[in-house]
């Protein structure tokens, strides 16, 4: 298994350097900034998909700090991530939570209410990619009282 993490971890990095550039120059949709103590949300791709001029690509690179949780929050669209360090819990609203580890991915359909908790000792690091209508902002954050 180490092994087929080894062959793939060059072209992420790869990908998350050539990226920067790009999104750098794309306009920005409108995000608020997603912020929590200990987490850091990093948009390092926007891209549109070829075929669907309604929807566009996310890749974003997330770290979270030992202990620390996402906002709970919503796409407009679909959230595929996976874990490239660490152990992460992922709450989906009215689901039982599940665990994730290295080398683990998952999928979040549009809409539902989520959130991830970093519930090992060391820091995670997460990739997140979200396919969702262009032009909307693309994570909202939903207040606890909206439960």
Known sequence: KRSIFIRFQPIVLAIGRSSFVFAALLPAVSDAQVTAPGFVNKLMLVSPI???????????????????????????GDCYGAVIDGT???R????????FSARQVWHVPRGLVHE????GNAPARLVNTLVV?????????VPASQK
């Open 50 to 76: 070829s075929g669907d001029e309604a929807k566009e690509m996310a890749f974003n690179d997330i770290s979270m700090a030992p202990g620390s949780t996402s906002p709970r929050h919503t796409h407009p």
């Open 88 to 90: 992460v819990e992922l």
């Open 116 to 119: 991830f908790t970093n519930i």
């Open 133 to 141: 209508d262009k032009g909307k902002v693309r994570t909202q954050v």
């Open 92 to 99: 989906i609203e009215g689901q039982e939570p599940s665990l």
